[in-house]
Protein backbone atom coordinates (compact mmCIF):
# COMPACT_ATOMS: atom_id res chain seq x y z
CA UNK A 1 0.00 0.00 0.00
CA UNK A 2 1.28 3.41 -1.04
CA UNK A 3 1.53 6.13 1.47
CA UNK A 4 2.55 9.79 1.22
CA UNK A 5 3.39 11.28 4.62
CA UNK A 6 3.83 14.96 4.67
CA UNK A 7 5.99 16.96 8.00
CA UNK A 8 7.28 19.80 8.99
CA UNK A 9 4.43 22.57 8.86
CA UNK A 10 3.42 24.99 11.14
CA UNK A 11 3.51 28.80 12.37
CA UNK A 12 5.56 31.45 11.17
CA UNK A 13 5.70 34.99 10.82
CA UNK A 14 6.02 36.46 7.60
CA UNK A 15 9.33 36.98 6.11
CA UNK A 16 9.93 33.21 7.97
CA UNK A 17 11.13 29.76 6.43
CA UNK A 18 9.64 26.45 6.41
CA UNK A 19 10.67 23.46 5.38
CA UNK A 20 8.37 20.84 4.04
CA UNK A 21 9.33 16.76 3.83
CA UNK A 22 7.76 14.17 2.30
CA UNK A 23 8.48 10.43 2.35
CA UNK A 24 6.82 7.51 0.10
CA UNK A 25 6.56 4.07 1.19
CA UNK A 26 5.04 1.36 -0.40
CA UNK A 27 6.57 1.32 -4.05
CA UNK A 28 9.37 3.50 -5.52
CA UNK A 29 8.29 5.91 -8.07
CA UNK A 30 11.23 5.41 -10.39
CA UNK A 31 10.65 7.90 -13.36
CA UNK A 32 7.26 9.75 -11.89
CA UNK A 33 6.97 13.36 -11.16
CA UNK A 34 6.74 14.26 -7.53
CA UNK A 35 5.14 17.53 -6.65
CA UNK A 36 3.60 19.82 -3.75
CA UNK A 37 0.24 21.68 -4.42
CA UNK A 38 -1.61 23.72 -1.70
CA UNK A 39 -5.71 24.46 -1.13
CA UNK A 40 -6.46 27.69 0.91
CA UNK A 41 -9.44 27.69 2.86
CA UNK A 42 -12.19 28.24 0.72
CA UNK A 43 -9.83 27.72 -2.41
CA UNK A 44 -9.08 24.76 -4.85
CA UNK A 45 -6.37 22.74 -4.93
CA UNK A 46 -3.70 24.57 -7.03
CA UNK A 47 -0.47 23.55 -7.80
CA UNK A 48 2.98 25.00 -6.21
CA UNK A 49 5.75 23.02 -7.70
CA UNK A 50 7.39 19.79 -8.55
CA UNK A 51 10.28 17.96 -10.01
CA UNK A 52 11.26 15.19 -12.17
CA UNK A 53 12.78 11.87 -11.59
CA UNK A 54 15.95 13.37 -13.41
CA UNK A 55 15.68 16.86 -11.53
CA UNK A 56 14.20 19.42 -13.45
CA UNK A 57 11.99 21.71 -11.41
CA UNK A 58 8.73 23.50 -12.20
CA UNK A 59 7.11 26.40 -10.30
CA UNK A 60 3.93 28.60 -9.56
CA UNK A 61 4.84 32.04 -10.69
CA UNK A 62 3.55 33.16 -7.49
CA UNK A 63 6.22 30.83 -5.51
CA UNK A 64 9.39 31.62 -8.11
CA UNK A 65 12.08 32.83 -5.92
CA UNK A 66 10.88 31.87 -2.91
CA UNK A 67 10.31 28.08 -2.89
CA UNK A 68 12.16 25.48 -3.85
CA UNK A 69 11.61 21.83 -4.25
CA UNK A 70 14.25 18.79 -4.41
CA UNK A 71 14.00 15.28 -3.87
CA UNK A 72 16.31 12.13 -2.61
CA UNK A 73 15.25 9.04 -5.39
CA UNK A 74 16.92 7.09 -3.36
CA UNK A 75 14.63 7.59 -0.22
CA UNK A 76 11.41 8.11 -2.36
CA UNK A 77 11.48 11.40 -0.68
CA UNK A 78 10.36 15.18 -2.18
CA UNK A 79 10.95 18.40 -0.53
CA UNK A 80 9.97 22.11 -0.15
CA UNK A 81 12.16 24.78 1.22
CA UNK A 82 10.09 27.83 1.54
CA UNK A 83 11.26 31.06 2.27
CA UNK A 84 10.19 34.69 2.52
CA UNK A 85 6.48 33.02 3.44
CA UNK A 86 3.89 35.45 3.07
CA UNK A 87 0.18 35.74 4.86
CA UNK A 88 -1.12 34.51 1.03
CA UNK A 89 1.30 31.16 1.33
CA UNK A 90 -1.15 29.90 4.41
CA UNK A 91 -2.84 26.72 3.45
CA UNK A 92 -2.74 22.73 3.86
CA UNK A 93 0.44 21.50 1.79
CA UNK A 94 -0.03 18.48 0.07
CA UNK A 95 2.54 16.25 -1.29
CA UNK A 96 1.55 14.18 -4.79
CA UNK A 97 2.68 12.05 -7.25
CA UNK A 98 2.39 12.11 -10.66
CA UNK A 99 1.93 8.87 -13.17
CA UNK A 100 3.50 11.24 -15.47
CA UNK A 101 7.18 12.49 -15.66
CA UNK A 102 6.14 16.31 -15.68
CA UNK A 103 3.64 17.63 -12.99
CA UNK A 104 1.88 20.39 -13.19
CA UNK A 105 -1.83 19.70 -12.70
CA UNK A 106 -4.40 17.49 -10.54
CA UNK A 107 -5.50 15.44 -13.29
CA UNK A 108 -2.34 13.52 -13.43
CA UNK A 109 -1.99 12.68 -10.09
CA UNK A 110 -2.00 8.91 -8.62
CA UNK A 111 -1.09 9.33 -4.93
CA UNK A 112 -1.49 12.19 -1.97
CA UNK A 113 -0.97 12.86 0.96
CA UNK A 114 -2.93 13.63 3.60
CA UNK A 115 -1.51 17.19 3.73
CA UNK A 116 -0.09 19.43 6.86
CA UNK A 117 -1.11 22.91 7.48
CA UNK A 118 1.20 26.16 7.01
CA UNK A 119 -0.01 29.29 8.57
CA UNK A 120 1.74 32.32 7.86
CA UNK A 121 1.10 35.15 10.43
CA UNK A 122 1.10 38.93 9.76
Known amino acids: QVQLVESGGGLVQAGGSLRLSCAASGRTFNYNGMAWFRQAPGKEREFVAS???????YYADSVKGRLTISRDNAKSSVFLQMNSLKPDDTAVYYC????????????????WGKGTLVTVSS
Open 96 to 111: AVGRTEVVDATSVITY
Open 51 to 57: ITWRGGT
